[in-house]
Nanobody, 125 residues
Framework: EVQLVESGGGSVQAGGSLRLSCVVS????????MGWFRQPPGKGREGVAI????????HYAGSVSGRFTISQDNAKSTVYLQMNSLKPEDTGTYYC??????????????????WGQGTQVTVSS
């Protein structure tokens, strides 16, 4: 059974930082693309950052570009999202996704075969 387990969420003040981690288990860690989506309160899910081709290609939402950095450690089967200069509008549930089957760029969450249960990020002003 493939599992994606997120961790690292929490509550911070605006301007603070968090580092999300997603550990993949139950499958050979050779996904073409992995990444992060988020769902702000009362809104739909949106792509945040995607990493493909072993880190050779990265896509970021315009709202996080320059503040968030996605990376992966194949030896640990883990993908990370370093979030700096956090803003209240970054609040939401963050989901790890893996194994893209269609689409390009950030795409849709449904473009991926697997996703985690989510981790909550709350940024207060």
């Amino acid at each position: 059974e493939v599992q994606l387990v997120e961790s690292g969420g929490g509550s911070v003040q605006a301007g603070g930082s968090l580092r999300l981690s997603c550990v993949v288990s139950g499958y050979t860690y050779n996904y073409n693309c992995m990444g992060w989506f988020r769902q702000p309160p009362g809104k739909g899910r949106e792509g945040v950052a995607i990493i493909c081709s072993g880190g050779g290609t990265k896509h970021y939402a315009g709202s996080v570009s320059g503040r968030f950095t996605i990376s992966q450690d194949n030896a640990k089967s883990t993908v990370y999202l370093q979030m700096n200069s956090l803003k209240p509008e970054d609040t939401g549930t963050y989901y790890c996704v893996a194994d893209r089957t269609r689409g390009y760029g950030l795409g849709q969450m449904s473009d991926f075969n697997y996703w985690g249960q989510g981790t909550q990020v709350t940024v207060s002003s």
